[in-house]
């Protein structure tokens, strides 16, 4: 089993950053992978950014050159810096984990409770 807890999110004017965290606790095998997704009201939750267990990343187009994400594996904590934000980008994010790759595919066995970004114009 394993606890995701976000923080960070908020509301930025577009062009601003803001930097996520998710705190991972349990069996730390199980989250061995893992990454952040977001969802927008009446839209399908997708893939923006995970890192596999070599710590290899991947990204989603709509969001390389803005995003990073990174994870401290001594903290047991997963981040995402969001930078140059866009209106387009408001949404849920979630953090998810799982010891299965399932690069940005929204397959992952645990997640987060989720925190809100909204960026305004």
């Known amino acids: 089993q394993v606890q995701l807890v976000e923080s960070g999110g908020g509301s930025v004017q577009a062009g601003g950053s803001l930097r996520l965290s998710c705190a991972a606790s349990?069996?730390?095998?199980?989250?061995?992978?893992m990454g952040w997704f977001r969802q927008a009201p009446g839209k399908e939750r997708e893939g923006v950014a995970t890192i596999d267990s070599d710590g290899d990343t991947f990204y989603a187009d709509s969001v390389k050159g803005r995003f990073t994400v990174s994870k401290d594996n001594a903290k047991n904590t997963l981040y995402l810096q969001m930078n140059s934000l866009k209106p387009e980008d408001t949404a849920m994010y979630y953090c998810?984990?799982?010891?299965?790759?399932?690069?940005?595919?929204?397959?992952?066995?645990?997640w987060g409770q989720g925190t809100q970004v909204t960026v305004s114009s």
């Open positions: 349990g069996d730390t095998y199980s989250n061995r992978y």
């Open positions: 998810a984990a799982d010891r299965v790759w399932y690069y940005l595919f929204p397959r992952y066995k645990y």
